[in-house]
Nanobody, 127 residues
Framework: QVQLVESGGGLVQAGGSLRLSCAAS????????LGWFRQAPGKEREFVSA????????DYADSVKGRFTISRDNAANTVYLQMNNLKPEDTAVYYC????????????????????WGQGTQVTVSS
């Protein structure tokens, strides 16, 4: 069973940066689209970003476009989310997920299209 472990969260002031990492235990990591989602208190989990299997395609929610960058290192079984110019509204628990079933669909923005969520990492942005 695939295990995903997120790290890199923390407390940062508005305008600051953080880099999240998500390490997978699965050696088939490179076969799957990977995504980042976030969940703020009292809100549903929402899509943040996704990256294609080889990393050539990326997709972002409008709220983070131009500030966040997703990347992956298939040799290291790790996906990253570089977050710049953070805003208080970015405060949430951030989760990474693996594509539930290999498909030709792109992009994948729905939570139901992913599985094997990690435990999440807390990002708090103070104003």
């Amino acid at each position: 069973q695939v295990q995903l472990v997120e790290s890199g969260g923390g407390l940062v002031q508005a305008g600051g940066s953080l880099r999240l990492s998500c390490a997978a235990s699965d050696q088939t990591f490179s076969r799957y689209v990977l995504g980042w989602f976030r969940q703020a208190p009292g809100k549903e989990r929402e899509f943040v970003s996704a990256i294609s299997r080889a990393g050539g395609l990326t997709d972002y929610a409008d709220s983070v476009k131009g500030r966040f960058t997703i990347s992956r290192d298939n040799a290291a079984n790790t996906v990253y989310l570089q977050m710049n110019n953070l805003k208080p509204e970015d405060t949430a628990v951030y989760y990474c997920g693996k594509e539930r079933r290999i498909t030709s669909k792109w992009p994948l923005r729905f939570e139901s299209e992913y599985d094997y969520w990690g435990q999440g990492t807390q990002v708090t942005v103070s104003s």
